[in-house]
């Protein structure tokens, strides 16, 4: 089945479904091409004896449904193609209708069918399909919209990934020189690059937003609470606390970085992934503790920009969670060639920040032994340990833990009579849902 759109002059939207028969059923939407894209979530064929339903979803990260182009490129014919989910269409249409996915009427005696608390892309997949299902849907998001992915996490990382790329490729002279091309010295704006990397998070933030808007999901501004079954707060700081009540609650606040005991952080010499994705400086040595994808992948756009770093890991191998065989070529392609060297075997017992002109100070033990082994003086030091769950202030101390079973591959932690569960996977990744 194909899906035309014709556009005339006044703006006037028709959506002409072309079907096997060759019959042809026109739906005109008095409605701008941008509105369009913001609100229709899905298109609705009704039949006599059964209804099929294709629908057009939107993707988290792009401004258009899958198919649209923007108002600017627009053809007067713009052709898409549906996949129907059954093979066999009904013979008999009766009509043809587009819904706006109105946010569903709330299950009696509740504010909300459903209230997820942290608006991550986790957050955001689960309120698109639960209006998708029908269900009056609110997201609570105390900080922006996006979580770290977006923020924090994939988005600026790759975008710190993209120049670091292209600067490698400037600087490869003998690459240049076969291309025909001559490079002077390749340089850099420090807060330009950072610029880069913010613009892209915020132009996504704002798309994500938009998408659960469009679809009618409510956004609750504050950090959220669990005061009981079915009952949240959320709130500003500074401000009365609002309480609301759901038939079901999913938590998906994500994770924040996971420090070590010994450790200070002052966001400014010792950081985290979250301070160094801001790039506010470049230092000229840099230790990264922990060799996981985040430390490989901060110590690609460092080396790349010029500084110098050294890896401290615990176990006896670099990259240890990663699959040999690529962990060998990773190490071959992205640590030989650079400036980079490392300890393994070894922990970061403590490490203070640099102040008063002195560097900042790195304690390393022998990882088996437990005795001292070594101290390195670097001028920032990246912690990249890895990740934890984001529980501090949910209110979890109102889900009664009752017992401890497996569940297919999974553990689950918590089950409590308010139906609020929390589950763990291998990785240490949790997610929560309520049901009642």
Known sequence: MDLYIQRDSNHLLS?????????????????????????????????LNSTFRSNIRFCGLRLEA??????????KYQRIRIVPRKSILPKRLVSVSASTSDNGSPTKSFDYDLVIIGAGVGGHGAA????????????????????????????????????SG?????????????????????????????????????????NLTNSMKALGVDILTGFGTILGPQK?????????????????????????PFVPKGIEVDGKTVITSDHALKLEVVPDWVAIVGSGYIGLEFSDVYTALGSEVTFIEALDQLMPGFDPEIGKLAQRVLINPRKID?????????????????????????????EPKDTLEVDAALIATGRAPFTKG?????????????????QLIYESQSGVYLFSDQCGNTAWFCSS
């Open 15 to 47: 959506l002409s479904f072309s079907l096997p028969s060759r019959r042809t059923y026109i739906l005109s939407l008095s409605t701008y091409i941008f509105q369009m894209q913001a609100s229709v979530s899905s298109l609705s064929i009704s039949y």
């Open 66 to 75: 899958p198919g649209f182009q923007s108002d600017a490129q627009l053809n």
């Open 128 to 163: 698109l399909h639960a209006v998708e299902k029908g269900l009056k849907t609110a997201i609570v998001e105390g900080d922006v919209v996006g979580g770290t992915c977006v923020n924090r996490g994939c988005v600026p990382s790759k975008a710190l990934l993209a120049v």
């Open 166 to 206: 292209r600067m490698r490729e400037l600087q490869d002279e003998h690459h240049m020189k076969a291309l025909g091309l001559q490079v002077a010295a390749a340089g850099y704006d420090r807060q330009a690059v950072a610029d880069h990397a913010n613009n892209l998070a915020s132009k996504i933030r704002n």
């Open 232 to 256: 949240i707060k959320y709130g500003k700081v500074g401000f009365p606390d609002n309480v609301i009540t759901a038939k079901d609650i999913i938590i998906a606040t994500g994770s924040v």
């Open 342 to 370: 490392y300890h393994t075997g070894v922990f970061a017992t403590k490490i203070t920040p640099a102040e008063d002109g002195k560097p900042v100070i790195i304690e390393l033990t022998d990882a088996k032994t437990k």
């Open 394 to 410: 949910l209110g979890l101390e109102n889900v009664r833990p009752l017992h401890t079973s497996k569940y297919k591959s999974e």
